[in-house]
């Protein structure tokens, strides 16, 4: 089975905060996606990777930034939270381009 | 912008009856298309894709692709009441862009 695991379930940060939301998949796929999701909007795609070192914005990457070092690590980074970014942020993967993405279970983000 | 767009809902129907879920997508280059299903406080996890138009057949589950209408569609027969939960409509083309979702819930 395909495994995405996103390292913090839950975070409560301050405004003004860095925050990292790290994900690791281990099927060795290519692609690995960011959104968010909120009540009524559904989810929006904020970053996604092809490869090691490449990144492609999506539709909402204002005041978010991400890393991708390693083919199996996707990093979204907040560098500096706001209240407007209190969100359930998913990460995801597929093997190729327009095949299934698999989600992690997500990572529930508070700024206060 | 890619869009998807999905019937609002919420979508209420008795158990045993057909649930028809809708969606339309605004990217002609969008090659192939997702149904996935959430349940509250979860991540979406896969029902089925279509890349061809026409039908398409998984157990209760039928997925139905138009591309000439940009539409797709997904029908479950003989509905439970587990079968409540969220679904997303998705549209591939170089990324993937999820519809808002529709609520169905599926009365006992």
């Known amino acids: 089975d395909v495994k995405v695991t996103q390292s913090s379930r839950y975070l409560v940060k301050r405004t003004g905060e860095k925050v990292f939301l790290e994900c690791v998949q281990d099927?060795?796929?290519?692609?690995m996606f960011w959104y968010r999701q909120d009540p009524g909007l559904g989810l929006r795609l904020i970053y996604f990777?092809?490869?090691?070192?490449?990144?492609e914005k999506g539709d909402i990457p204002e005041g978010y930034s991400v890393s991708r070092e390693k083919k199996e690590r996707f990093s979204l980074i907040l560098e500096s939270a706001s209240t407007n970014q209190t969100s359930m942020y998913l990460c995801?993967?597929?093997?190729?381009?327009?095949?299934?993405?698999?989600f992690g279970e997500g990572s529930w983000l508070t700024v206060v | 912008q890619k869009e998807v767009e999905q019937n609002s809902g919420p979508l209420s129907v008795p158990e045993g009856a057909i649930a028809s879920l809708n969606c339309t997508y605004s990217d002609r280059g969008s090659q192939s298309f997702f149904w996935y299903r959430q349940y509250s406080g979860k991540s979406p996890e896969l029902i089925m894709f279509?890349?061809?138009?026409g039908d398409k057949e998984d157990g209760r589950f039928t997925a139905q692709l138009n591309k000439a209408s940009q539409y797709v569609s997904l029908l479950i027969r003989d509905s439970q009441p587990s079968d409540s939960a969220t679904y997303l409509c998705a549209a591939n083309n170089n990324d993937m862009r999820f519809g808002a979702g529709t609520r169905l819930t599926v009365k006992p």
């Open positions: 099927m060795d796929h290519e692609n």
């Open positions: 990777s092809y490869d090691v070192k490449m990144k």
């Open positions: 995801a993967s597929s093997l190729y381009n327009g095949n299934t993405i698999y």
């Open positions: 279509i890349y061809s138009n």
